[in-house]
């Protein structure tokens, strides 16, 4: 009986990590991202959605999900401002440690994910953890288009953390604040350089492929949304007072044809392909 009270203990410690995912009209990819959510081998979290008042079946696949969540999905379904007022929405609604986003068309890279971040944070005692960011083709999933690897860097020499392996203690959104509706779509650009001009948040960075992001989106949506991003992006940085703010533009250009410059160079645990559900008809058919 003390042996189980002990380890009950030991598990109400574990790090809780909060994951948010904004969807609308997203029936065509969320099952990927609940699936990738489900086979995690870290266990302790909560997906929480927040959806736009979709008018396909986004929220039927969601639901359908519930009972393999086993209590940690949350869900609301509600007219908004777009997607920062949703993960503004979710960010408000999180009760972990740590908290995470997860795009509705994206996954994890690999079914350890969440377990390397929390290993990141516990050894590194730090407030926000990152790493390499996988944008694929949006048909299969299966096709690098580009390799964001983040490293470590600074902001005036035009280096940002990928904003989808971002995960961050409750705390550091209760002192930068939250997503500023501004922006139509670089309000993450927005956060991240208010975040990085405060010295004492300290960021590590895992040097792994984390997020599998789906070309596409209206700020990677090839040539013309890139240029949308690199305009907003630059008002970001005239109104956080950023120093040369041109030079820091280009800069972001080269790393940008860097990146997708090595796109077969793909690293890391390899991906997992069975789906949840899948999986489990595989088990009980052998227990059969």
């Not at 009950?8 to 990819?29: C, D, P, R, W």
């Not at 492929?209 to 970001?236: A, C, F, P, Q």
Request: glycine share 6%.
């Amino acid at each position: 009986m003390l042996k189980d009270k002990v380890k009950n203990l030991g598990e109400k410690v574990k790090m809780k990590i909060s994951i948010i995912t904004a969807t609308f009209q997203s029936a065509g990819t969320v099952r990927d991202t609940l699936e990738s959510v489900l086979g995690q081998t870290y266990t302790n979290f909560e997906h929480i959605i927040v959806d736009g008042a979709s008018k396909d079946a986004t929220m039927d696949i969601v639901k359908s999900y519930e009972d393999a969540y086993k209590g940690r999905l949350k869900y609301i379904s509600e007219k908004d401002s777009g997607l920062y007022d949703a993960m503004n929405k979710g960010i408000q609604m999180a009760t972990g440690d740590v908290i995470g986003i997860l795009n509705s068309d994206d996954k994890y890279a690999h079914q350890d994910v969440l377990q390397e971040i929390v290993n990141c944070f516990e050894k590194n005692n730090c407030d926000g953890s990152y790493g390499n960011l996988i944008f694929m083709d949006a048909e299969t999933m299966t096709k690098p288009q580009r390799i964001w690897r983040s490293k470590e860097g600074k902001l005036e020499e035009g280096w940002i953390p990928a904003h989808p392996t971002l995960y961050l203690k409750k705390e550091v959104y209760e002192k930068v604040g939250l997503f500023h509706l501004s922006y139509r779509i670089v309000a993450d650009y927005d956060f991240m350089v208010r975040m990085l001009k405060d010295k004492n948040i300290h960021l590590s960075y895992i040097d792994d492929d984390l997020v599998y992001m789906r070309v596409g989106g209206i700020s990677t949506d090839g040539i013309k949304g890139y240029y949308r991003n690199l305009k907003e992006s630059h008002k970001v940085l005239v109104a956080n007072q950023i120093p040369h703010p041109y030079v820091i533009d280009f800069k972001r250009c080269i790393k940008t044809i860097g990146q997708m410059l090595k796109k077969s160079q793909i690293k890391g645990k390899q991906k997992y392909e069975t789906s949840y559900f899948l999986q489990n008809q595989k088990e009980e058919s052998m227990n059969r």
